[in-house]
């Protein structure tokens, strides 16, 4: 799986799953970095065959509509769209 990985603060397991077009991905990203968070990304658009039918599945299980940003939080706490005081509430 092509995860990239931001060292941080560990607070938890978190992964963003993200558009490499999506500018609230893009804002996402750049709070969860700006936070110190240690987390995990991907951008789906940018995955082909095999990999992006996995990675959609994962994501359709946290997030029926797949659609983007997606983080999960300790594989429990989902937030869909760029939802910076929910993300900070949860991170903080």
């Avoid at 799953?17 to 936070?35: D, I």
């Avoid at 789906?44 to 994501?59: A, F, M, N, P, T």
Wanted: glycine share 6%.
């Amino acid at each position: 799986m092509a995860m990239e990985h931001v060292e941080g603060e560990n607070k938890g397991k978190v992964v963003l799953y993200a558009l490499s077009t999506c500018g609230w991905c893009k804002k996402t990203r750049m709070l969860l970095e700006s936070l110190k968070i240690d987390f995990s990304y991907i951008y789906v658009d940018l995955l082909k065959g095999k990999e992006r039918s996995q990675i959609i599945k994962e994501v359709e299980k946290w997030n029926s509509q797949l659609s983007f940003p997606t983080v999960v939080i300790n594989d429990k706490d989902v937030i869909i769209g760029f939802k910076e005081d929910e993300i900070r509430g949860k991170l903080q």
